[in-house]
């Protein structure tokens, strides 16, 4: 899932730059102005935007709890890539985490 969840918004938001017009912080703008042109599509960013956020909000008091190593690459992975790769990526690490403490070693 983890690698799914980077490979499909990445290829969505790559077609999307690649095929815009302008330079990089001009894409971006229209990027967002897309995202939101319409209620339909700004229920949809608002709801993964909230998703998102108490995501990342949860994991980091989640990855104190179990001492998950390098949780904070959740944050651009959520924030850069979208929550389809944030949480899955946050899931394994954690699962990495607990085996440690285990004693499971991860391959």
Same mark, same amino acid.
């Given at each position: 899932? #983890?690698? #799914?969840? %980077? !490979?499909?918004? #990445? $290829?969505?938001?790559?077609? %999307?730059?690649? !095929? *815009?017009?302008?330079?990089?912080?001009?894409?971006?703008?229209?990027?967002?102005?897309?995202?939101?042109?319409?209620?339909?599509? *700004?229920?949809? %960013?608002?709801?993964?935007?909230?998703?998102?956020?108490?995501?990342?909000?949860?994991?980091? @008091?989640?990855?104190?709890?179990? /001492?998950?190593? +390098? @949780? @904070?690459?959740?944050?651009?992975?959520?924030?850069?890539?979208?929550?389809?790769?944030?949480?899955?990526?946050?899931? !394994?690490? +954690? /699962?990495?985490?607990?085996? /440690? +403490?285990?004693?499971? +070693? $991860?391959?």
């Amino acid at each position: 899932m #983890t690698v #799914t969840g %980077f !490979l499909v918004p #990445t $290829a969505i938001f790559g077609r %999307f730059f690649i !095929l *815009s017009e302008g330079n990089g912080l001009k894409k971006i703008r229209q990027a967002l102005a897309d995202a939101t042109a319409t209620l339909p599509a *700004s229920g949809i %960013f608002a709801d993964a935007t909230l998703t998102a956020t108490t995501f990342v909000t949860w994991a980091a @008091w989640d990855a104190r709890q179990h /001492e998950v190593k +390098r @949780w @904070w690459l959740i944050y651009p992975a959520t924030f850069g890539v979208g929550i389809s790769f944030g949480a899955p990526l946050y899931l !394994l690490l +954690r /699962e990495y985490a607990l085996g /440690e +403490r285990v004693g499971i +070693r $991860a391959a």
